[in-house]
């Protein structure tokens, strides 16, 4: 029995799926980081290739969909603790009976990756409406903690959205940032200690933002259920509105 370690990428993680195939059959495929080994698994890690990985990433578009391969690459982006093995059941059975795959609901490999799909697709949709940016220095800064590695899917939209600005959408959870300027961005480790503090300026308008909150609300109709729903209380302390105006 053979698990496959891989750096933690998406293209190692294809890596991986490819020497399934093309090697030894994996009992499971884990992170490098953070691997907890058991005595009756032998440890074998795969270095990334980058011609293995595209040849399972047309393999996947080719021989079952293009829906499952941005399924695939969403439930990656997940934090499930299992994700590269949801995966991997889930591209047996796809590269077994093709697109039909995605019309097995109740299928156990199928469901899974489904849900994942879903519950990454809806932070993205969420944040998409809830991030608030202030302005420091020229540039304007955001700081969030989604539950996954969303920061690529949000990416587009905003450099869209303000294609004449600097901005900076930064990650706590993962250290990392979405740096864009002019529409175009990439993503890179972030330490938020070299930005300076809000400006003076920025500090009034956030003022004036939450007092608005607090006090356009019509209190008879204050439903915190309701409003928990469309956005959750683990965002607020990001929210101009509701959290602090720290970094």
């Not at 294809?14 to 490098?32: F, M, V």
């Not at 890179?188 to 006090?215: A, M, V």
Request: net charge neutral.
């Amino acid at each position: 029995m053979v698990d496959y370690l891989y750096d933690g990428t998406f293209e190692g993680l294809l890596t991986c799926i490819h020497q399934n195939y093309y090697g030894d059959r994996a009992s499971g495929i884990y992170p490098e980081q953070g691997y907890q080994g058991s005595l009756l698994n032998r440890p074998v890690h795969i270095e990334t290739d980058e011609d293995r990985a595209q040849a399972v990433y047309r393999g996947i578009r080719e021989k079952i969909s293009e829906g499952a391969l941005e399924r695939v690459y969403r439930v990656h982006l997940s934090s499930h603790p299992a994700k590269e093995n949801l995966i991997l059941q889930y591209l047996r059975l796809g590269f077994r009976i093709g697109a039909g795959v995605d019309s097995l609901h109740s299928d156990p490999a199928v469901l899974a990756v489904q849900e994942l799909e879903n519950k990454v697709s809806m932070e993205r949709h969420r944040l998409l409406g809830l991030l608030r940016f202030s302005e420091i220095g020229g540039i304007l800064f955001c700081r969030v903690e989604p539950d996954h590695d969303v920061l690529e899917l949000l990416a587009g939209h905003f450099a869209s959205r303000y294609r004449n600005e600097r901005f900076i959408i930064y990650d706590k959870r993962r250290g990392k940032a979405v740096v864009s300027e002019n529409g175009h961005w990439y993503i890179s480790p972030f330490d938020p200690e070299k930005i300076p503090g809000f400006e003076h300026e920025e500090k009034l308008y956030q003022k004036l933002w939450k007092t608005y909150f607090e006090n356009i609300a019509i209190r008879e109709r204050t439903n915190p259920r309701c409003q928990r729903n469309f956005m959750p209380a683990r965002y607020w302390k990001n929210l101009v509105e509701t959290g602090c105006s720290d970094i």
